[in-house]
């Protein structure tokens, strides 16, 4: 198991040298800007030392980061999600490709929905909104009383807080990308076990 020092110290290198280098800056630059010695700064960018919450605040004062920002794991920065480990729901018909653990809750969705096909969908928690965009064929989506017809290329915003109906009446398949942003509680339909890792259910939308 990893120290867990160590691993802050190893985020501090990297993060560290990445912003350093980002702005074109060489050791000397930053030491010279920062009172910070051109030694330090090396020890810390090759994890040879700790440094104090001082020395920290005086290089993130001069970089124009927070202390956070400098010690912020990988995790925290982006996760990818691989194409094998996608949901799949509806019969195959939707896929939850990434979510969100943290609020505002959020899903990206790819859907592809065969001539005739339709995929119903009670309302979401109040405050839900949906993001569309439409690849290929097109799309016909109800949402309450409203009917929206959405062709290849373009894209729709709607309410998802209300019951919906993406159908496909053409004779061509429907591939589309849908991101969904809960306002507060995720929906329960969707809930998961862990942020990373959704429950089987029906489709989302």
Do not use: K
């Not at 290089?59 to 912020?72: F, N, Q, R, Y």
């Not at 194409?83 to 609020?103: F, H, K, T, Y």
């Not at 969904?180 to 969707?190: E, F, L, Q």
Request: glycine share 10%; aromatic share 4%.
């Amino acid at each position: 198991m990893t120290d867990p020092a160590e691993a802050v110290s190893q985020t501090l290198a990297v993060n560290l040298r990445t912003v350093r280098q980002a702005r074109g800056w060489r050791l000397e630059d930053l030491a010279s800007r920062s009172g910070v010695s051109r030694g330090m700064l090396q020890q810390i960018e090759t994890v040879r030392t700790n440094p104090s919450i001082t020395t920290l605040a005086r290089i993130c004062a001069t970089l124009g980061i927070s202390i956070g920002e400098l010690v912020e794991p990988p995790e925290e920065l982006g996760r990818v999600a691989r194409a094998d480990d996608a949901v799949v729901r509806s019969g195959g018909r939707a896929r939850l490709l990434i979510n969100d653990g943290q609020a505002p809750f959020t899903e990206l969705w790819d859907f592809r929905l065969p001539p005739g096909d339709e995929i119903r969908s009670d309302a979401h928690p109040v405050g839900t909104r949906e993001l569309l965009h439409v690849h290929e064929g097109t799309l016909a989506v109800t949402v309450g009383g409203a009917l929206f017809q959405v062709g290849s290329g373009d894209a729709l915003r709607m309410r998802g807080d209300r019951p919906h109906v993406y159908a496909n009446p053409g004779s061509r398949p429907v591939r589309l990308t849908m991101t969904v942003v809960y306002a507060g509680t995720r929906d329960p339909r969707y809930a998961e076990l862990d942020p990373h890792l959704p429950t089987p259910g029906s489709a989302s939308g």
